[in-house]
């Protein structure tokens, strides 16, 4: 059999390929393999992540505490592993412990020393080659000849060493270089740069601005894809020596056939399974990698992921008591559905698919811990795997169970009993590229040509009307590590200075052949801002210091082959204030609450859309420590103290409460308020904690002062009302000696709105709770006021009952019943207006016309929607909720 080897054939090929009889391609890794299966060598299958590993290993048994790594391998191990192991690789292909002539100088000594440690002996590429010399002698029944696509000098020494023997052995060995002449008219700006790069003239050129030559840059990936395959055709090649998955993803979105393209990213759910599940383990787990695990499209019960990543999403912490009803309600649906399943092993699988907050640690993992979860991953995809039918699907579960059973093998030889969080996303990080890249082999064909490397061009056979490159680079075959000059005298066949500069000419002769091969267009894009060898040689030709913007070239439709598509002027839909849909939307529920009763009457299209229509958020959204956040925090620390410190009545001293926040808060925020615990986020936290203390300490303050004699949190009443049944759920409910009670809200900001809802006598929420408890309780209403837990101030109508509270008299006498009495009133009307299938947009763009006017015993909604237009600096970018769903929903926006 005859092989044909090329610099670079290992990378992906183009789709038109030359007919090969009894014949084969091969790169510089391939190359060796075919050799090594001739001879009888079985090759070695070890992961680079179990390489650095045993080699990490191998450096601290060698570690005297003098070596020149060892500071390096104390603070990161893994790294300082890993970047030795690639220059211990480079020295032995090049001679190092394997040529008579290898001599040890300066920093080899140190790397010589851990030789003998070393597990993973003879796994490297220079060893493989080593070893293959030794059964030369039996490759010529089986390969005719070897034939070479570029030049002996371009290949690396011990490769050159290896064709020597090879021929000594009776294997021919021929170069066979693809020659590539200039194929555009000589007139045409493209010819001129052809022409100049095949006779190296160093001069400017002087284009005619043809566009047969465009030299582009940006900053996007995503863009420059979409440039790409906009531009390309059955006679276009596309080379993108990276970022891949992006034309994957334009393929795709323009209905174009799996181009394989996709297999390289790390993003796909399934290359992203194995890292988060660890990171969701850690004792105080990141908060956004923990919601991105709950709604992760892969691996086992990802419905019940999802409704607790809903759950996580309004309370973003670890509560178990609260997740285990969420659990519970999942199996006994499961159960209802598959009888025949058991209890037990659901209720395990589940806890082995949710293994939140489990490392007793944040810094550090038990490796026992971390090798259990990465191998129940590790079979999760091999199953996936071995079971689907999918064949687009096989290579992606191939890569994650790659990842995934190379991190097994890399922890079982971990040297410690634990691992710290950087070692192990520093080994996450290795075996994910490493599982990708894998497949770099497989080639899918579609109707875009893309190859990742120039040197495969000369391969294609059908002719190349348009080259168009993402990032031109030589190709970086085997840079020479930072050794000195004595080091390098000791490693054979290292280049010296002047080999070093003739290899790099030779690669830039060699990335000129796509260049060539264009016919009429070549464009080159450019998303780095580090100059590159090609990319210099080609501004310094075109006169051309600075490449032009992507984006402004498509606006301004400068030089683009294909022209850009005009715009068909068209007005933009009306606003609209009504809803008409043709039939009636149902309201009131069942039970409602005051939150969707405010709905209701302030912004019926978001009852419509949440209630009747059944529409949901999603769980997918950043995690910050907002006022949203702090406010759930804090209900959650006042609801913890009165509960475990029952109420008596009595002064309760300042310090006692902050030694309690203490030992509390930490506990709390990882239940409730995982971003706050985040790093960076101390000096957040402290300053919270000390607000929280201010507020605890103000209330208790005012509940003193008020004589309240019982205390209850978080106190649910139900009432059956002739509108529905009402729910609520009082933050605090007090009770005085003499039979009455109290209501008191907590917000934890919007001092100014809720001062402007009791001097206007429309606290709406305060009004509905208290016609609830009312309802409920057979004392009589005493007060209702809302304490702003971020100033430590209650607001109430009077200081009668609260004596240290805020007092905001009413413009006009008023009470929370008459409140009521017109909300009610206000909420029929809207009942009524849905039931006629006429649901109103309010707070958008349209204004309001007389249909949008209550009765006059109703709350004022226009005078309540003209002081949030007043308002509009305050918009929803300035609060905790970024966006407004409902409205972003229909359209009908007001701020932009």
Known sequence: MKIIAGLGY?????????????????????????????????????????????????????????????????????????????????????????????????????????????????????????????????????????????????????????????????????????????????????????????????????????????????????LAAQYAIHEAN????????????????????????????????????????????????????????????????????????????????DLPGFDQEHWEAEINNFVNATLQDTPELDETGLRRDIEEWLPLCICPYDDKMPIELALSLTARVASYWNACLSTSEREQAKPIYSAAYAAADSVCQALREWP??????????????????????????SREVSAFDVVSSPEVVPLRTAPTTHTLWINPQISKLVETPPFSQAELRGIPLAPGPEQQTHLRQLALIRAHAPLLAARQFVTLISTNSTPE????????????????????????????????????????????????????????????????????????????????????????????????????????????????????????????????????????????????????MQVEQLRFQQKILDALDALLKALVAAGVTNLQPERRFEHIDTLSQLEGTMDIFCEFEDGRFAIIDMKWGGYKKYREELKAGRPLQLATYAHIAEGNHSGQLADAGYFILSRAELLCNDTLVFPTATAVEPDQPTSLQLTWQKFEKTLRWRVEQLKNGHIEQTYGEAAPDRNSLPPGDAIDLIALEEQARKNSSQSYKAT???????????????EL
């Open 10 to 222: 290992d990378d992906r090929l183009p789709n038109q390929l030359p007919e090969l009889f009894s014949g084969q391609l091969c790169g510089e890794q391939s190359l060796i393999a075919a050799l090594e299966f001739r001879a009888g060598i079985i090759p070695p299958n070890e992961t680079q992540a179990t390489r650095a590993v045993a080699y990490l290993n191998a450096l601290s048994a060698a570690d005297n505490g003098h070596r020149f790594y060892s500071e390096s391998l104390a603070v990161d191990p893994i790294a300082s592993a890993e970047s030795l192991l690639a220059w211990r690789d480079w020295a032995i292909l090049h001679g190092w412990n394997h040529d008579p002539r290898s001599k040890n100088h300066g920093r080899m000594v140190d790397l010589a020393a851990a030789e003998s440690g070393f597990s993973k002996d003879g796994t490297s590429l220079g060893e493989r080659i080593y070893a293959l010399l030794q059964r030369l002698t039996l490759l010529g029944p089986s390969v005719s000849g070897i034939e070479l696509h570029h030049s002996r000098a371009s290949w690396p020494p011990l490769y050159q060493h290896l064709f020597d023997q090879l021929e000594s052995a009776g294997v021919a060995v021929t170069e066979a270089p693809k020659a590539l002449q200039a194929q555009a008219p000589a007139s045409s700006d493209l010819g001129k740069l052809q022409r100049a790069l095949v006779s190296e003239n160093n001069g400017p050129l002087r284009f005619q601005q043809d566009g047969t030559v465009r030299l582009l840059s940006t900053g996007s990936e995503g």
């Open 533 to 680: 060898l090609l990319q210099l040689q080609i501004s310094s030709l075109t006169d051309t210091k600075v490449w032009p913007s992507l984006e402004q070239t498509i606006l301004t439709n400068q030089c683009l082959h294909a022209p850009a598509q005009p715009i068909k002027e068209f007005s933009l839909p009306q606003a609209q204030r009504w809803w008409a849909p043709d039939r009636a939307v149902p309201a009131p529920r069942n039970s409602e609450s005051y939150s969707s009763l405010a709905a209701l009457a302030l912004k019926p299209h978001e009852y419509a859309l949440k209630y009747a229509a059944q529409i949901r958020e999603g769980a997918i959204e950043s995690l910050a420590a907002d006022a949203r956040l702090k406010g759930n925090l804090a209900h959650h620390l006042v609801e913890a103290w009165i509960r475990e410190h029952p109420w008596t009545g009595k002064p309760v001293d300042r310090m006692s409460v902050s030694s309690w926040l203490d030992a509390t808060l930490p506990v709390v925020i990882r239940k409730v308020a995982l971003p706050l615990a985040q790093p960076g």
């Open 234 to 313: 059955n006679e276009t090649l596309i080379i993108a020596p990276s970022g891949q998955h992006s034309l994957a993803t334009v393929i795709t979105q323009q209905g174009g056939n799996d181009s394989g393209l996709g297999d390289l990213s790390t993003f796909r759910a399934p290359n992203q399974l194995l890292l988060l599940m660890l990171q969701s383990a850690w004792r105080t787990p990141p908060a956004d990698a923990l919601l991105q695990f709950l709604s992760l499209p892969a691996g086992r019960f990802q419905r019940l992921r999802r409704s607790l990543a809903r759950r996580f999403r």
């Open 880 to 894: 905790f909720k970024a966006v407004d769903t409902w409205r972003n929903l229909t359209g009908n926006i007001k």
């Open 416 to 441: 410690e009993t634990d691992i710290s969080k950087t070692q192990l996303n520093r080994l996450i990080s290795m075996v994910l590229s490493l599982g990708n890249s894998s497949l770099r082999n």
